[in-house]
């Protein structure tokens, strides 16, 4: 019987530990262990040399010492000696000290690279398990760069202990994983496939992990492993309980490694040979029986082991997703678990549900069980358990069962965990807006939203509402007066005033008929919560007396009363005082026609995916987006809502909150009036704020992105650019920070591109296939007007056969303060690489200026994402494997590497996102079309971050070779 | 895969602390506290799986102390919470009865069984018998 006493070996260590336990206070242990510190470190420094031992015993303390959380700054050096002693317990502790303080001295690995690269060449099983382990441990890229070409080796060598094996796979995993780079790939890879067929069960069971990992790099060059691994599952699968001995556990044979292979073969379609896939089916009808059978064992071992097997083989049924009578045999056991007396097993069973809710075959047999998963929202006492179920209602819901769905969620929302309610009112909202036939129903819900959980009510939702009742002219008038009844309520919330106030403004005059909610009486019901309210709602309400002014002239006197007020004109927030000055203004001096213009009801918004979705997303991460795509392959949803169709929005924010009106044409960051960060702005941007600024620039920015027709009068109107070009001979080079600036314009599309202290250049650009059309503003910071003021744009070289780009004639003086706008309007035609030079000239206080810039037109402008299943896009990427196709390039981080921030600014570049598609999640790939007037250019590109060297790899692939290099070094400068 | 083992007692202490992840002694230890946070709140009525940041923690209580690995969300439940009773009843073998303190004071073998058991983040090896007779073997040497 194995067994060991306290600190047998090395008593001093058991002392030592010992004593720190005793230590009354924290002071008494740093007394302590300062005591022991200084002995060792005058043991170590002493003239007598140290045996193997004692150097063990203090290296071990030292460890101690690291482990209760003291730095260590010495003792390094002995721990490397230790390493070349030739016994095994010294050895240990050598090996355990750098594993384990590796992190904080990486200098120690390359003095031990010498100790390692022995033990390897020992052929002494023990010594090459602990260097192999060693390797596996701190598995940083030196160590791979030392030994990755000796590891496979040692793995399908014919003379390798199985532990040895055992070890080297796995080891050779980390590295892999670290660093795939550096693994060499060759004859080794065939032979590691048929380690599957080892007689040792242990060595199988390291092997699968590193076959997993390799399967899912390179699919195509390890298909053999699929009949071996079917083959080897259906030997466990059909064994009688003690026939794998010491494998079994708690009666169930090889469970983990049953796990484990199921799990290898989900990195594959189902076996194309028919005898392999009859083999197959066979295995996993015979997991689904044995969980019928009575369990050989009441322990919950037994049944932990037996059904961890179980929910593997469900997980590959719904990943093949071909089998619709093994789908509806998972779903029945999966519905027997539901009802489990184990928490465990009701968690997983929702959870595993959820996935197959979305498969067309076994849908509708997980509706049955719609009425055990509400009871189980309303009773099951651990959260999780209870958010699990919130899930699978989500995924089960569709038109049939939508009403009863959304109405117990609602009231489970009234008791639920704070932690999950925002995510209940998101979900709620979405299934009401995607399922809704009357879209009363779906006013009704929100707004009962905002009333039961009013604080989780996020803008996105009550945004949507608003969009939604703006763009359907059959519910404005029942939202209005729907509103105007939840506004009674003596204590409202927050939220429910600015819904409110926003629909009366637009809609009010759809229940003015009614003498109950006659325009004084709207008035008067909003203006009784303005008091209450905080600045930004305050703000709002302004803006929907001034609509009113213009619906309802009958309030116009008591509304300028209200404005001229001192409490508002003098108000202490700017943003208030502006509104109630300008608007009072605006009533006062506009004649009714202009106030009918400026006032005039919201356009319909832009249909575009839906924020409240894109918001879950976020919340839930990669996870929840196939239960939520699923909605998307449901043909119905799309009548009812169009803005569920994934339209990729050419607006390129990496916060989808920003921009949720569908009113990025709010103030340019340049404009001091107005923060462009308020959304209240946003919201009235068109009107009252710059009454001066013409049409809606939204609403023109899409439709006129169209080619220009010669004959329209915008074309007749505009200044063609050649005209006005100057040539690139006057103009003078490029200031020398232009890169720089143009860089930071990759991957967004407005800002400020320039500033000195006499003018600020902020841009807005908006790309749509080849077209793209930018706005210049361009501010006067001084006090004095600048003259003879002239922007033009340069095609330097060969642009100009490349890139088309038309500038509108902006005015010759700037006004001191004021700003000018000039629109461009730019027409890709065929690839480029140099982006067009910006001249703006003008003369101040009598002296000329001048001033060349990059104009951030780059080629990744017009992009238009791609979205591809693995399948395609792995085929595709190798469709483009020309050496010249590929450009590739490692760099170090500039910026901290965060995964937000790095798929922010992929997704601004311009390509879309693909999940799913590296197995290694940390990696990023995208995929998406350059568009220009001659021809298209299909790009693939491939992020991988590793945050250990704080390093990327960056690979493009494309039809065109320099566009690939070009994309490739873009891309590479935003990190 | 998994991403990091850690053995705590009630109070919060670390009995055991493996990692299969780069991260700095500042983030260990904010794990290490965020993760006793999660797990010692819970009750017997729980289940065994927490979400935990990107990942799930999937543990289980054992008299004082608590046995928990981390792993990816999608890896299987159910197989890492019967791995981590594997381990237990080596090391109860082992260690002949377990106690925390056996723990503590046998810290160093510890990662030895730990090894044997996974390695790179994977289950390397199952059978109790196998990893006794090696350990056995090792205990023997000098």
Partial sequence: ?975 | MIRFILIQNRAGKTRLAKWYMQFDDDEKQKLIEEVHAVVTVRDAKHTNFVEFRNFKIIYRRYAGLYFCICVDVSDNNLAYLEAIHNFVEVLNEYFHNVCELDLVFNFYKVYTVVDEMFLAGEIRETSQTKVLKQLLMLQSLE
């Fill in chain 1, 1 to 975: 019987m194995p067994a060991v006493s306290k600190g047998d070996g090395m008593r001093g260590l058991a002392v030592f530990i010992s004593d720190i336990r005793n230590c009354k206070s924290k002071e008494a242990e740093i007394k302590r262990i300062n005591k022991e510190l200084a002995n060792i470190r005058s043991k170590f420094k002493g003239d007598k040399a140290l045996d193997g031992y004692s150097k063990k015993k203090y290296v071990c303390k030292l460890l101690f010492i690291f482990l209760l959380g003291h730095d260590i700054d010495f003792g390094h050096m002995e721990a490397v000696n230790l390493l070349s002693s030739n016994k095994y317990t010294e050895k240990q502790i050598g090996y355990l000290f750098i594993s384990v303080l590796v992190n904080s001295n990486s200098e120690l690995i390359r003095l031990i690279n010498n100790a390692i690269k022995n033990d390897l060449a020992s052929r002494n099983p023990t010594f090459m398990c602990l260097a192999l382990h060693c390797i596996a441990n701190v598995g940083s890229r030196e160590m791979g760069e030392a030994f990755a070409a000796d590891i496979p080796r040692i793995l399908v060598a014919g003379d390798s202990m199985d532990s040895v094996k055992q070890s080297a796979a796995l080891c050779l995993l980390r590295l892999y994983k670290a660093s795939p780079d550096l693994v060499p790939m060759g004859e080794w890879t065939a032979r590691v496939v048929h380690l599957l067929n080892d007689q040792h069960m242990g060595v199988v069971t390291a092997a699968v992990s590193l076959i997993t990992c390799l399967c899912k790099k390179n699919p195509d060059d390890f298909k053999t492993c699929i009949s071996l691994a079917v083959s080897r599952l259906s030997r466990i699968v059909s064994s009688a309980s003690t026939d794998l001995q010491d494998y079994t556990y708690y009666f169930v044979p090889a469970p983990w490694l049953s796990v484990k292979l199921l799990r290898l073969l989900q990195c594959y379609p189902p076996p194309e040979d028919a005898a392999v896939k009859g083999r197959l089916v066979e295995c996993l009808e015979t997991v689904l029986n044995k969980a019928q059978e009575p369990p050989k064992s009441k322990k919950v071992q037994h049944s932990n082991a037996k059904n961890a097997v179980l929910f593997e083989t469900i997980s590959l049924v719904i990943h093949y997703d071909s089998e619709p009578n093994l789908l509806v045999r998972a779903c029945n056991q999966l519905g027997q678990f539901l009802q489990h007396r184990e928490t465990n097993l009701r968690y997983l069973a929702l959870e595993s549900m959820c996935t197959l809710a979305s498969s067309e075959f076994s849908h509708e047999a997980v509706k049955t069980h719609i009425d055990t998963v509400i009871n189980a929202l309303k009773t099951e006492r651990d959260v999780s358990v209870r958010q699990r179920a919130a899930d699978l209602l989500y995924a089960m819901c569709d038109r049939s069962n939508a009403k009863q769905i959304v109405s117990e969620m609602l009231r489970y929302l009234e008791t639920a965990d704070y932690a999950i309610r925002e995510e209940i009112v998101l979900k709620v909202a979405i299934l009401a807006e995607k399922y809704a036939v009357d879209y009363s129903w779906y006013v009704d819900t929100i707004l009962n939203l905002i009333r039961i959980a009013g604080d989780y009510v996020s803008e996105e939702v009550w945004y949507r509402v608003l969009q939604i009742v703006t763009n359907r002219d059959d519910v404005q008038g029942y939202a209005a007066k729907t509103v105007f009844e939840a506004l009674q309520a003596p204590a409202c919330h927050e939220n429910m005033v600015k819904v409110g106030g926003y629909i009366l403004g637009e809609f009010g005059n759809l229940i003015a008929g009614d003498p109950r909610s006659s325009p004084p009486v709207q008035f008067s019901l909003l203006h009784s919560k303005f008091h209450l309210c905080s600045v930004a709602t305050r703000a709002l309400l302004l803006s929907t007396y001034i609509k009113f002014i213009n619906l309802f002239p009958e309030t116009k006197a008591t509304i300028q009363g209200v404005l001229r007020a001192g409490s508002q004109l003098r108000n202490a927030d700017v943003e208030l005082q502006q509104r109630a000055v300008e608007y009072l203004t605006l009533s006062s001096v506009a004649s009714t026609d202009v106030l009918a213009t400026v006032l005039e009801e919201m356009p319909p918004f832009p249909e575009r995916e839906s924020s409240i979705l894109a918001k879950l997303k976020r919340k839930k991460g990669p996870g929840a987006a196939s239960a939520l795509d699923e909605g998307r392959r449901d043909p119905s949803s799309n009548d009812i809502n169009g803005g569920m169709d994934p339209t990729p929005s050419t607006v390129s924010t990496p916060s989808p909150s920003a921009d949720l009106l569908g009113l990025r044409a709010a103030p340019p960051p340049a404009t001091p009036a107005a923060p462009a960060a308020n959304l209240l702005v946003d919201v009235f941007s068109d009107g009252p704020v710059q009454p001066s600024a013409g049409p809606t620039p939204e609403e023109t920015f899409l439709s006129e992105l169209e080619p220009p027709a010669p004959e329209s009068p915008m074309a007749l109107l505009a200044d063609p650019a050649p005209a006005a070009d100057p040539g690139p001979e006057n103009i003078g080079p490029p200031i020398p920070e232009a890169d720089e600036l143009l860089n930071k314009f990759v991957c967004k599309n407005s800002g400020v591109l320039f500033e000195n202290q006499l003018l600020q250049i902020g841009v807005k650009s908006e790309f749509r296939q080849n077209l793209g059309r930018m706005y210049l503003f361009y501010g006067n910071k001084t006090s004095v007007q600048f003259q003879n003021f002239s922007p033009t744009v340069v095609h330097p070289g060969d642009l100009q056969t490349q890139l088309a780009v038309q500038t509108k004639r902006v005015a010759a003086q700037v006004d001191g303060g004021a700003q000018v706008q000039q629109v461009l309007n730019i027409e890709c035609l065929r690839d480029f690489l140099t982006p067009p030079l910006l001249s703006v000239r003008f003369r101040y206080g009598g002296t000329p200026q001048s001033l060349t810039l990059k104009l951030p037109v780059t080629l990744n402008k017009f992009f238009q994402p791609t979205e591809m299943a693995a399948q395609d896009f792995f085929q595709r990427w190798k469709q483009l494997s020309l050496p010249l196709q590929e450009a590739q390039k490692i760099f170090k981080a500039n910026h901290p590497m965060d995964a937000e921030v790095t798929k922010a600014k992929l997704l601004g570049f311009g390509s879309a996102l693909l999940d799913n598609v590296d197995p290694n999640p940390e990696n990023f790939v995208g995929a998406g079309i350059i568009q220009t007037k001659a021809l298209q250019v299909g790009c693939l590109l491939r992020l991988e971050p590793n945050a250990q060297a704080q390093m990327y790899r960056l690979t493009l692939r494309t039809s065109k070779e320099p566009v690939s290099r070009h994309l490739c070094e873009l891309l590479a400068q935003q990190f």
